[in-house]
């Protein structure tokens, strides 16, 4: 049994997801079991919509056209997902009626993207002869905790899931992204949650693959809109897949990996565009052959907090104490690094970080400075290299840019450095022109 998880740029037009299905054809002897993310673009429309919401009463026109096209360009009947569309008009006039918007309802919103999508594939499939079903992935059994907007699924998920697909005789159409928590409630597993459904399902049936079809050709050795030279990377291991998918790589949700670690399934991220690339397979085995640096990966829109406290010194519990306030108010902290007096943290957060200034202040000097980016280098075989920290800095120091923080976490495989953003295109091609050539 295989996963083949494709994403919405894979499902945008009627001419893509006939590609889908000729891929899928082709790989039918191997038991596929298809995860469908919402065409692109839709999730952003109905988030779009349900904001609006708020404000005024809105149509669907776009989303409804937008689908009666697809059907109509792929010879589908036009009222076959009818019944999705009405529902989502009725919750949206609900929603500018009570003109409140929670996250739950939200979840709710966004869960008509990929209910959509996948009646639209499994019926394409059927309609070129081929058994296939869509289901809604809390029909197989998904369950999740009630964290809206990013839940996490629960253990009794995967031997349902495992059960229910042994009873499907058709071939299986799952939306991704979406799922129920233990009281009914629609969830979502947070934007791109599509290739988490996929390694959930993957692991729950103990497949042999997880495809994750999407428009690159793999992992790249950098961004290629940054490195336009940037090669496609044949294999990665879970580890530097996992540093890079949460540095921003996008090609990848980073808690894909987390199911697939767990029972050692291989994830091959391939390209519904190019479906003879061979693509990237990321595997459990280590470093491998191959230079030890793989890829650079930048993530921008940091926000740099400055932590000096003289009471720091010779202190127990001062950590904890800072990192309470964080966990009180809910700040993801990204990147850290320390001093005897001070620590140094970055965070993506949006929120605004005024209370949890007040809190720091309380026992310590306080600094703010936004704009910042991360760029990270990974490789096994950064470890057991002893050069290539220093030719990271030596790179930055010719290309000159400054860098204000720095960590190599305990893996060893990765270098992180905190630049300023609008030094983050100077810095990864630097360094991808000292570790690639150009
Ligand atoms: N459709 C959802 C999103 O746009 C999930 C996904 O694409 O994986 O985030
Ligand atoms: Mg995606």
Known sequence: MIVMKFGGT?????????????LVRARLPEHPVVVVSAHAGVTNELDRLARAALERATGIVGIRERHLRILRELDLPADLV????????????????????????LDYVHSFGELLSSRIVAARFRHEGIAARA???WDLGLVTDGNFGGAHPQAESWPRIRRSLERVKELPVITGYIAKDRDGNITTLGR???????????AAV????????????????ADPRIVPGARSLPRLSFAEMSELAYYGARVIHPSTMIPAVEKKIPIRVLNTHAPEHPGTVVLDDGPGEGPAVRSIAQRRGLTLISVVSTRMLLQHGFMARLFDVFARHEVVVDMISTSEISVS?????????TPVVRELSAFADVEIEAGKAIVCVVGEGIRTSPDTAADILDTLRRAAVVTRMISMGATGINVSLLVAEEAVETAVRALHRAFFGS
């Open 10 to 22: 894979s499902l945008a037009e009627a001419e893509d997801i006939r590609k889908v299905t000729a």
């Open 82 to 105: 009818e019944d999705l569309l009405r529902e989502l008009e009725s919750l949206l006039t609900g929603l500018s009626l009570v003109r409140e918007l929670t996250p739950r309802s």
């Open 135 to 137: 289901i809604p992935s």
């Open 192 to 202: 791109s949650g599509s290739d988490y459904t996929a390694s959930i399902v993957g």
């Open 206 to 221: 103990g497949a042999g693959e997880i495809q994750i079809w999407t428009d690159v050709s793999g992992v790249m050795t």
């Open 345 to 353: 943290i970055t965070t993506d957060s949006k929120k605004d970080l």
